[in-house]
């Protein structure tokens, strides 16, 4: 069985959840934990007192401040703290062996959130509220194989399946079958996986097709959770909607990897 470590990534020293939240995680799972902070000075400021006279981080004063955070919120047990700047997503692909499990939890920053998730093939927890115990779920799907769903099946989750059509005349010539509405075959097809989903899981959903309606039904949903498998082509293929969905949502996002 492979070891689990759980890497909690800092930007901002005066957010509080996101290492709370993480702690809380890692003493569920009974795993290691990282805090990893990172200075990015493009997005987040820092007080003067860590920094020294010459303008270079008081890493230790850093330490002291976070490790001071871990006593108050009550968590007894080691943790592995580390400083660095600038490139975040790197500094967590530099803790990563493949010997290991891993969670990487992370607050959301719109830039930052970005280049963690299309580097980092780990499951990650974007913070987005103090929520620690979810009621109201969504879950993100494009398959009836995925193992994720069953994990979440007893938390009956809202499915939300977003279909990618994309027309490609070099797999089908119009030509050759004049009388098919290719567009309309593959949501039909699309929608068929879908119902396939609910009606194997007992769950009902939402059927979107290219992200159309998908970002409104998200502002008219308050969702705790968004559960995201990381190989869903549909999200995944399409960056925009993927990066406005993170954006939009109120809930925390967590993102796994998906199995078939």
């Known amino acids: 069985m492979q070891n689990l470590t759980t890497i909690i990534l800092l930007n901002d020293l005066d957010d509080t959840y996101t290492l709370k939240k993480g702690l809380n995680i890692a003493k569920e799972d009974n795993s290691s934990v990282v805090v990893l ?3 990015e000075k493009e997005h987040f400021s820092l007080k003067d007192l860590f920094f020294f006279e010459d303008k270079t981080l008081d890493k230790e004063a850093i330490k002291n401040d976070i490790q001071n955070k871990i006593q108050e919120y009550g968590y007894d047990k080691d943790v592995a703290i580390l400083i660095y700047e600038e490139d975040s997503e790197d ?11 891993y ?24 913070v987005k509220n103090e929520l620690l115990e979810y009621e109201k779920i969504a879950l993100l799907v494009d398959s009836p194989k995925y193992d994720c769903i069953k994990y979440y099946k007893d938390k009956k989750p809202t499915l939300l399946y977003d279909a990618y059509i994309e027309y490609d005349p070099a797999i089908v010539d119009p030509a050759v079958v004049p009388d098919i509405d290719l567009s309309s075959n593959l949501i039909d097809i699309e929608k068929k996986n879908f119902e396939e989903i609910k009606s194997k899981n007992g769950l009902d959903g939402e059927f979107f097709v290219n992200g159309a309606g998908l970002i409104d039904y998200i502002k008219d949903n308050d969702f705790d959770l968004s559960v995201v498998c990381k190989e869903i082509k549909d999200i995944f293929g399409l960056d925009s909607i993927f990066e406005e969905y993170m954006d939009t949502t109120k809930g925390d996002i967590l993102i796994l990897e998906g199995k078939k």
Do not use: C, Q
């Not at 500094?91 to 499990?101: E, G, M, P, T, V």
């Not at 990487?104 to 970005?114: E, P, Q």
């Open 37 to 39: 902070y990172v200075y």
């Open 91 to 101: 500094r967590i692909l530099a803790l990563i062996k493949d010997d290991k499990k």
């Open 103 to 126: 969670k990487v939890i992370i607050a959301y920053h719109k830039d930052i959130s970005k280049r963690v998730v299309s580097k980092v093939d780990e499951e990650i927890l974007i």
